[in-house]
Nanobody, 129 residues
Framework: QVQLVESGGGLVQVGGSLRLSCAAS????????MGWFRQAPGQEREIVAA????????YYADSVKGRFTISGDKAKNLVYLQMNSLKPEDTAVYYC??????????????????????WGQGTQVTVSS
């Protein structure tokens, strides 16, 4: 059974940093496109960042561009989201997502929820002002 487990969330002050980790088990995601999404209270889930299967292409939502960095450690089957210069509007539950289906190229980026097959349970990030 495939599982994605996020960690690293918590409470941080404005301007602070957090690094989220996503650990995969039950399947090797070293050859899978991955993404980070977030959902704030009363709002729809939105894409934050994504990385291609090869790891050579990345995507960032405009709201986090220049502050967040997505990366992967293939040897450890981990995906990270480094979040710097955090703002109160970054407060949300952050979800890791993995794509298992065949298709696209090794550099294809997926930014829609429907394009992912596996999801973690989410980790809360709260930025206090």
């Amino acid at each position: 059974q495939v599982q994605l487990v996020e960690s690293g969330g918590g409470l941080v002050q404005v301007g602070g940093s957090l690094r989220l980790s996503c650990a995969a088990s039950g399947r090797t995601f070293t050859r899978s496109a991955m993404g980070w999404f977030r959902q704030a209270p009363g709002q729809e889930r939105e894409i934050v960042a994504a990385i291609s299967r090869s790891g050579t292409s990345t995507y960032y939502a405009d709201s986090v561009k220049g502050r967040f960095t997505i990366s992967g450690d293939k040897a450890k089957n981990l995906v990270y989201l480094q979040m710097n210069s955090l703002k109160p509007e970054d407060t949300a539950v952050y979800y890791c997502a993995g794509r298992a289906r065949i298709g696209g190229t090794s550099s294809t980026i997926y930014s829609m929820q429907s394009e992912y097959d596996y999801w973690g349970q989410g980790t809360q990030v709260t930025v206090s002002s």
